[in-house]
């Protein structure tokens, strides 16, 4: 049923709220001693997938360490960089949104019915 477009717009969706996610846990952990961040890497395995004109057949991302300085406590936690990351994927997210509901309204009219 549903195109390119809007079948990459639902994966890209599904790895920002993975990352989300895991960011989430980040934060909370960001005291913890020895603690490692983590996040996922959705865009090179949805671009592969694009490649293939197959967005929804993306592996799922994997959880990766984030590059980063630990601390003297054994913690990976960056503040700055998982809040700016958050605001990034934010952004991204209600592209995302925009594009599938862009996708929705022109399924709309093809269909008869009003935008």
């Known amino acids: 049923m ?3 477009t809007t079948s990459a717009a639902l994966r890209a969706l599904d790895g920002l709220a993975m990352r989300g996610t ?11 001693p020895n603690f490692r961040a983590s996040t996922n890497n959705f865009e090179t395995s949805l671009r592969d997938a694009l490649r293939r004109r197959d ?16 601390d003297a ?17 934010g952004l991204h997210r209600d592209a995302m949104i ?4 862009y996708k929705v309204g022109q399924l709309r009219v093809a269909m008869g019915g009003r935008r």
Do not use: C, Q, Y
């Open 98 to 101: 925009t594009s599938f509901n």
């Open 2 to 4: 549903w195109d390119v």
């Open 73 to 89: 406590r054994g913690n990976s936690v960056d503040m700055e960089t998982e809040l700016i990351g958050s605001m990034k994927d």
């Open 22 to 32: 895991l960011r989430a846990n980040n934060i909370a952990n960001s005291e913890t």
């Open 55 to 70: 967005p929804a057949g993306a592996a799922a991302p994997d959880v990766v360490a984030t590059p980063s300085i630990v």
